[in-house]
């Protein structure tokens, strides 16, 4: 069964700081990878995904994640964060094939002055 | 165009009472997906249904059912509520099933409160 793991479960970090928020999957085969975004009270909005082509994919709000298939890895960055930017973050990856998201657990990120 | 609309936002319920959610997709979007999301075990996918059919669903006991009308509006059942179905009800809706590459977009949930 597909399985995400994100190594941490909050990441507290300075307005305009670098962030990078890890997120690894098990998969023999080939996947589809998303982040989501959840704000305090709300859905979940989608970030971005990889479904195939470039390895490196962007979203319009400066966030950017790099899918590595050697290292199983679909970690999500930005150079330089907001404070808008606090919400919990949702690692996710479907087997190709079928329509289930299975989720990490989360990573919430914190953002101070 | 509007997005998915869940209602109702809130609910509270006692053991061992029964619950129904609503979900209704964007307009055009044929398929609906429902998840459970608990702080203990996170975001859990509970069934999929496109065309009035359950295509997929989830480790969840048959206390948890759900259904899809023609309209592609769909409801979701608990019945003999236990203290741990506590939680987040997502709805999610997308154009149609393919092999995962459909954005699935999310309403803003339900949170039912089990007392």
């Known amino acids: 069964a597909q399985s995400v793991t994100q190594l941490d479960s909050q990441v507290p970090v300075f307005e305009e700081a670098p962030v990078e928020l890890r997120c690894n999957y098990s998969s023999s085969v080939s996947v589809y990878l998303f982040w989501y975004v959840q704000y305090p009270n709300q859905g979940l909005q989608l970030l971005l995904k990889y479904l195939s082509g470039s390895t490196l994919v962007e979203s319009i709000n400066g966030f950017e994640a790099e899918f590595n298939k050697s290292q199983t890895s679909f970690h999500l960055r930005k150079p330089s964060v907001h404070i808008s930017d606090t919400a919990e973050y949702f690692c996710?990856?479907?087997?190709?094939?079928?329509?289930?998201?299975?989720f990490g657990t989360g990573t919430r990120l914190l953002v101070s002055p | 165009k509007a997005g998915v609309t869940q209602t109702p936002r809130y609910l509270i319920k006692t053991r061992g009472q029964q619950v129904t959610l609503s979900c209704s997709p964007i307009?055009?979007?044929?398929?609906v997906s429902w998840y459970q999301q608990t702080p203990g075990q996170g975001l859990q996918f509970l069934f999929e249904y496109f065309s009035e059919t359950q295509r997929n669903k989830g480790n969840f006991p048959g206390r948890f059912s759900g259904r899809q009308f023609s309209n592609s509006r769909s409801e979701m059942n608990v019945s003999t509520l236990e203290l741990g179905d506590s939680a987040l009800y997502l709805c999610a809706s997308f154009l149609l099933p393919g092999q995962g590459q459909e954005t699935q977009y999310f309403g803003p949930g339900t949170r039912l409160l089990v007392l």
């Open positions: 996710a990856v479907i087997d190709t094939g079928f329509q289930k998201l299975v």
């Open positions: 307009s055009g979007h044929r398929s």
